[in-house]
């Protein structure tokens, strides 16, 4: 017998299976990954720092010293020993605070930092000998060590631009200059001002994770203006301005403001 029902059955899974393939294959998207950031120096950064330093100039063995004669009075100012001194080191250390701006390869930027230190040079207190010219056969006296008699740099701070070249997206080598200013201190007398100059340096710097960077650094420093340079204000036989050279290391934290640092390839 002729089975109708089975032959309506496959009929309409056959025109099914017909329908199903004429339908759009539909697929889901791929996920959508963002490209990664591109790595800029652009943007705020504040860090610590340590190091040495050490006077960069000598004893000035031109200075007058106050002489006096022990029995005749009166007062001379003569030359002091001609004893060279010693140029002293310390630590210094602080920190900077500054910001960056990247276009390309180059780096432009402007930093300020401030520093403590146990910098001094070391001064000659030897004695000049002078024949008294009132008093025949007597020497005069001095009144204050003969050359200079040493300086301290208690602190000091530097408001300086930056220039610099990417060799590497993360690798950075610059330079620096600008204004400095520093507590100077007598070692005789205590006398203390504080002294106003310029400084240049230059250095390296490597952003060895995301935000955060290391450095080193060299600065030579010059406070020449301002203060007390003569013999007055209790300063007797000061008569150089401090020159001081710093090597320091440090490592700064760069801020999410203004395009923070990531540390991928261009």
Do not use: C
């Not at 401090?242 to 760069?254: E, F, I, L």
Request: net charge positive.
């Amino acid at each position: 017998m002729f089975n109708f029902a089975a032959v309506a059955l496959l009929a309409t899974a056959a025109s099914g299976s017909a329908l199903a393939a004429d339908l759009p294959y539909r697929k889901a998207p791929p996920a959508y990954i963002p490209p990664p950031p591109v790595m800029t120096w652009t943007g705020f950064y504040a860090g610590l720092n340590i190091g040495g330093g050490w006077s960069a100039n000598s004893i000035n063995n031109a200075n007058l010293t106050p002489y006096t004669d022990p029995v005749a009075g009166g007062l001379w100012l003569l030359p002091g020993s001609s004893n060279g001194g010693s140029s002293a080191g310390g630590v210094v250390g602080g920190g900077q605070i500054g910001y960056n701006y990247q276009m390309a390869s180059l780096v432009f930027g402007l930093e300020t930092d401030f520093q403590g230190t146990s910098m001094q040079s070391g001064g000659n207190k030897s004695w000049a000998v002078y024949p008294s010219p009132v008093t025949p056969g007597g020497l005069l006296a001095p009144l204050a060590p003969g050359g200079n008699t040493g300086v301290a740099l208690n602190w000091f701070g530097t408001v300086r631009a930056r220039a610099g070249y990417l060799f590497t997206p993360a690798f950075l080598v610059y330079a620096t200059g600008g204004f400095a200013y520093g507590g100077v201190q007598g070692q005789f007398t205590g006398y203390s001002n504080t002294r106003t100059g310029w400084t240049v340096g230059g250095g390296a710097e490597w952003m060895f994770m995301p935000n955060w960077s290391v450095k080193g650094e060299y600065l030579f420093t010059d406070l020449s203006s301002g203060g007390t340079q003569g013999w007055f204000g209790g300063n007797w036989g000061y008569r150089r301005h401090p020159q001081y050279h710093v090597v320091r290391a440090g490592v700064n934290y760069h801020f999410n403001w203004g395009a923070a640092p990531a540390l991928t390839s261009y």
